[in-house]
């Protein structure tokens, strides 16, 4: 890494904004799928990376956006704590920056938060090409607005993202994993039974005709609930949630369109047709389809959800549609941080 | 630096008498306040150091009249101030001479529980106790619980993002919040987050929440409610130094533990607190933790005895696991009433709100404990200690001349100590007017131009509480020329005044 590389970015973009050229600012390139077509200049940010500051003491770590995600993950193990999200990386040179900028979490999610709830600050260069830090190192911050939570699924197209500090959390004490024999309707309904008792679950998921259940927790609470849930446990059951988490599941690999729908937990078995698998106690569901987006998102607005096409598809149509006033706001947000418009240019929504 | 009321000019007055009027045409009569003695209530909210009387008050009661009151607002220039149960400690709902004070006390109904998604849809004048009251016979809560819970309400939670006791675990309001319903400056109602666990586009439920009520109207506020643990028990720790009791909670956490409270109260604040509740605190200890720990009966059990361990090792001087709820409770009044109790010793106190890294803590304490002494100004500190958040609360009397004066600048610098180590100037309390001018030390000019981007966004006109949270910087290059920090003048490119 260069001395400065911060500023090598930051020279960067200032020479796009003199030359009127678009950047597509790039990490580890294992999410360019993701997203409306990428288009501009690659703006590398792996050239900025190493961890800058960590205490676990404090639960904080501070990072380079470039930095691998694998490093930040071996290193917080080595004191027993993690990324309590479970950001999928998609390929082992994901970096910081991209979990941030895609705003994607694993299984863990509904039990702990989302990549959102553990950003407390970050560093960055907006579309003026300045360096800019907003939120801090400390767990209560409110003060200015919260730039930083705003950062997180932006999909880079507010700004380059330079130093990242997240809230960390301990592992848990122990792990199991159950898993139960049931049809899709019923798994939706048990998860969202057990969802309602303090029970120690921090991840669910159902496939075909198999309800996996995490338990996390010390030993005596893992008992317990074991006695509760009944169900049989599963050996090397982390294999299973790393597969799951990155897409390497059996259900993953598909020939059709792969839609990422987010709904209320409770929602009852989707009115679309289509293999599904369910995550989050109901609220993660990812749907095999070839069925139009426009019908899918008719359903699923009836619900109150939004659905992404993940994988395939039109590139055109990725995301749920705004609401007018919204995405005026989403535009004239554009125009705050990126008033010339090359960050990730139409990434998201178009004009966005 | 304070704002004391002074006579009126009479342009105000026939501004208030036509501003009123065309208002009554929006809601009912008595819903507009225009009578001194009616304005005077809202003069102020809950740093009443701060007074300015509004224009006028305005209380609608439905979602359309509100929209009606903001385009009225919007398109004859008049800045509104959002209001909930006023109970901010920040100045943020401190009325605007020439503006209007739109209160949403009426809006004060749970619209909808949702058992299944264990979510609450609430109006925001309801105050944050009331939804876990609603929602207790379903073994559910609302998380958040900051000290004037039954007071205060929810749309002034989300406007400042307020936290509470048990933040560290279960977080703040933007933690614990779903989806929320705005009217923006133009008088648009506008959805903003999902009762899906995320939305599409950017996280503009995450920009709103703490944003004061300079980016639009909080009118509805989905919750997500958690499920009461089975068990919670409290263990309570003597030390006979601060800066034990602060490396207590480092390592407690370094175990891996996540208590679902974790409180410090220094010597002054324990005999405050004991005197007042009688809650059987250690009056001789130089520092108290209250350590809670939540969850099924077998974890809690597990890591009440992991607990006790980490304090051994950390050197206490009595322990103490409350036997039962009852005593659960006794140990937990004494830290509620922390500033009630406070009340009752000193005429007048200015409770202060900054974050800090834990490992900062002795430090700090013995700073600020040398500040106590050079401003000749007692000081007691209760501290969110988990999280980092201290309250110092300084102990005045209004009435002394200059005290007040002295106070704020022992506050000041107790906020530039915060910026030095690392932390911030609130944790929880909000900028409002009260923290205006440290935004200059904790912000650059670039960054505070931004965040007037942000609020451009949402606000062309800047009539949304305009002038609080975020300095100009016409405003910091004033303070910067009082303010010389560690002999440097913020600022140094701006233009003095």
């Known amino acids: 890494m260069s001395a400065d590389s911060a500023q090598e970015l930051i020279d960067a973009v200032k020479r796009a904004l003199d030359s009127n050229t678009n950047l597509c600012i790039t990490g580890g390139n294992t999410k360019s799928f993701y997203g409306r077509d990428p288009v501009g200049e690659p703006l590398l940010t ?14 904080v770590i501070t990072a380079r956006s470039g930095t691998l995600l694998a490093d930040i993950e071996l290193t917080l193990a080595e004191q027993k704590q993690m990324l309590a999200f479970e950001p999928p990386s998609f390929g082992k040179q994901a970096t910081l920056g991209g979990a941030v900028a895609c705003g994607l979490s694993g299984p863990r999610r509904p039990y702990v938060g989302a990549v959102r709830d553990f950003v407390l600050g970050v560093r960055m260069i907006n579309g003026r090409g300045e360096d800019l830090k907003f939120g801090g190192q400390v767990m209560k911050n ?17 700004g380059v993202l330079l130093d990242i500090s997240l809230k960390v959390l301990p592992t848990p004490m122990m792990e199991c994993t159950l898993v139960f024999e049931v049809g899709h309707t019923q798994a939706l309904e048990l998860q969202n039974t057990w969802a309602a008792k303090p029970l120690p679950i921090s991840a669910t998921c159902h496939v075909g005709e198999l309800l996996h259940v995490r338990l996390s927790g010390s030993e005596k609470g893992i008992i317990a609930a074991r006695k509760q849930l009944g169900g049989e446990q599963v050996q090397g059951a ?41 995550e989050w106690n109901g609220g993660l569901r990812w749907l095999k389809s070839d069925i139009p987006a426009q019908s899918i998102r008719t359903t699923i607005d009836m619900v109150g959800g939004h659905a992404t096409m993940f994988r395939g598809g039109d590139s055109e149509n990725v ?16 125009t705050a941080f990126d008033p010339a418009g090359i960050f990730n240019p139409g990434r998201m929504y178009e004009g966005v | ?50 007074r ?36 901010g400690l920040s100045g943020g709902a401190l009325p605007i001479e020439d503006g209007v004070v739109l209160s949403l006390a009426k809006f004060n109904k749970v619209i909808s529980v949702d058992k299944d998604n264990r979510t609450a849809v609430v109006q925001p004048g309801v105050r944050n106790l009331a939804i876990s009251e609603t929602v207790s016979h379903l073994g559910l809560y609302y998380a958040p619980d900051p000290s004037s819970q039954i007071a205060c309400t929810i749309g002034g939670n989300v406007a400042e993002n307020a936290g509470g006791l048990h933040c560290l675990k279960y977080g703040l309001t933007v933690h614990n919040v779903l989806e929320i319903k705005i009217v923006t400056i133009e008088g648009d109602l506008v959805t903003i987050g999902s009762n899906a666990l995320d939305s599409p586009g950017y996280d503009l439920l995450a920009l709103m929440t703490g944003s004061e009520g300079l980016l639009g109207i909080i009118v509805e506020v989905t919750v997500k409610l958690l499920t009461k643990p089975d068990c919670a028990k409290v263990i309570m720790a003597s030390f ?118 834990r490992k900062t803590l002795g430090s700090v304490m013995s700073k600020v404990d040398e500040l106590s002494r050079q401003y000749d100004l007692r000081v007691v500190n209760v501290f969110h200690a988990g999280d980092g958040n201290l309250h110092p609360l300084i102990l005045y009397d209004g009435n002394v001349e200059g005290e007040l004066e002295r106070t704020e600048e022992l506050g000041g610098a107790i906020l530039d100590l915060c910026i030095e180590v690392g932390g911030t100037i609130t944790g929880e309390h909000g900028v409002g007017m009260e923290k205006i001018d440290h935004m200059c030390i904790q912000f650059d000019t670039l960054e505070l131009s931004q965040f007037h981007a942000v609020k451009q966004a949402f606000d062309t006109k800047r009539l949304l509480n305009p002038d609080k949270a975020v300095p100009t910087l016409h405003r910091c290059a004033e303070f910067g020329a009082m303010h010389v920090h560690k002999g440097q003048l913020k600022f140094p490119d701006i233009e003095r005044f």
């Open chain 1, 142 to 158: 409110v003060a200015g607005y919260d730039v930083s939570r705003l950062m997180v699924g932006a999909l880079g197209t507010l």
């Open chain 1, 238 to 278: 982390d294999e299973f949630w790393c597969n799951l988490k990155e897409h390497r599941h059996d259900f993953f690999k598909q020939a059709e369109t792969l839609w990422r729908i987010s709904v209320p937990p409770a929602t009852p078995a989707l009115n679309v047709s289509g293999p599904c698998l369910v």
């Open chain 1, 46 to 59: 792996t050239i900025h990376h190493g961890i800058v500051n960590y205490e676990p003491s404090e639960l």
């Open chain 2, 240 to 357: 006979d130094d601060i800066e034990k009791a602060g490396n207590a909670v480092a390592n407690i956490i370094t175990a891996g533990i996540i208590p679902g409270g974790l409180e410090m109260m220094d010597n002054a604040a324990i005999r405050v607190t004991e005197d007042f509740v009688h809650a059987g605190y250690d009056v001789e200890a130089a520092a108290i933790l209250l350590c809670e720990l939540d969850g099924t009966p077998e974890e809690v059990d597990d890591e009440i005895e992991r607990v006790k361990l980490v304090l051994e090792q950390s050197g206490y001087t009595q322990m103490q696991v409350a036997k039962d709820d009852n005593q659960r409770q006794l140990f937990w009044s004494g830290r509620k009433s922390a500033f009630p109790a406070v009340g009752r010793i000193s005429p007048d106190y200015y409770c202060m709100d900054g974050t800090i890294p």
């Open chain 1, 319 to 334: 995301f749920h549609p705004l609401q007018q006033t919204v995405l005026t706001l989403h535009k004239n947000l554009k």
């Open chain 2, 52 to 87: 300015r009387l509004p224009l006028v008050v305005v209380l609608p009661d439905t979602v359309d009249q509100v929209q009606q009151v903001v385009r009225y607002c919007h398109d004859n220039d008049i800045p509104i101030v959002a209001r909930g149960a006023g109970t």
């Open chain 2, 1 to 50: 630096m304070s704002i004391a009321p002074k006579a009126e000019n009479p342009s105000l007055q026939s501004q208030r008498a036509r501003v009123a009027s065309d208002l009554r045409r929006v809601v009912a009569t008595d819903s507009v306040l225009d009578e001194e003695e009616s304005l005077r209530p809202y003069e102020c909210d809950g740093l009443s150091a701060y």
